[in-house]
């Protein structure tokens, strides 16, 4: 075992008592660790800065999940990148950002932003990865979903396309108005919580041409709902999603 490695997974046990020395959390520790070199130091003293109970293990788990899932991309890991001050950065705020959110959505979307990371994808700048980090911190889960519902609506779209709606004719089922979509869909919001997230949205120039006054009256297919999506929310929302 890597002396560095050893030494930070003792720091990690100091820290957080016995609940690491069990083979499973050690096990899960080591594979992220040995997939990911040099990040020891920064989960250790990460660990050590927070008192609260709820996040270390919070942090834990995911890079139990972590662990797991960097397997599959294994071969697509950059491993020049990912020693590179740039990736302990995302790292560092990765690893932040999950302790400060309870969220299992955000956390997921942490998670892919990390993954992502770990291939150093050429169409997605250093400057953008951390643009995204911030952006998932910022945004509530409404926002998230509202969003990722936008850029590509049509697994949802049966949710309302085989229930019909008093007063509105068969064939006019594709042109339902925009209000009564969102609200078919996203059950738990009220139209005007909808309707505040999208103009945040707008403000932050992730979504556009989706004013109030045409959300109300416009009528809408799933290739016009994610028209409205921006190309740099596009990428953001792909580099939230599970890698290929």
């Known amino acids: 075992m890597n002396d560095k490695i050893r030494k930070s997974l003792q720091k990690l046990s100091d820290d957080i008592g016995s609940e690491l020395k069990t083979n499973h959390a050690e096990n899960a520790i080591l594979a992220a660790l040995a997939a990911i070199p040099g990040i020891g130091g920064i989960l250790a003293s990460l660990l050590s800065s927070y008192a609260n109970e709820y996040k270390k293990k919070r942090i834990l788990g995911f ?4 662990s797991k899932a960097v397997h599959a991309i294994v071969e697509k890991v950059d491993r020049e990148y990912i020693q590179k001050e740039e990736f302990l950065y995302i790292f560092e705020q990765v690893l932040k950002g999950v302790a400060e959110n309870y969220h299992e959505e955000k956390i997921r979307c942490f998670k892919n932003i990390l993954l992502n990371s770990l291939t150093n994808p050429p169409s997605i700048s250093q400057e953008n990865r951390e643009v995204f980090i911030n952006l998932t911190n910022s945004l509530s889960v409404r926002h998230i979903r509202i969003l990722k519902f936008l850029f590509n609506p049509k697994p949802q779209w049966p949710k309302f396309m085989d229930k019909r709606l008093p007063n509105v004719p068969l064939e006019m089922s594709e042109h339902i108005a925009a209000e009564r979509v969102i609200d078919r869909v996203f059950p738990e919001y009220t ?3 909808v309707l505040n997230a999208i103009e945040d949205m707008q403000n932050l120039r992730l979504v556009s041409n989706f004013v109030r006054h ?3 009256a416009l009528t809408v297919d ?3 709902l994610q028209d409205s999506v921006t190309s740099f929310a596009r990428k953001f929302i792909i ?6």
């Open 63 to 66: 890079i139990g999940d972590l």
């Open 191 to 193: 139209g005007g919580e």
């Open 214 to 216: 045409s959300f109300m």
């Open 222 to 224: 799933p290739k016009r």
């Open 239 to 244: 580099f939230l999603s599970e890698p290929s």
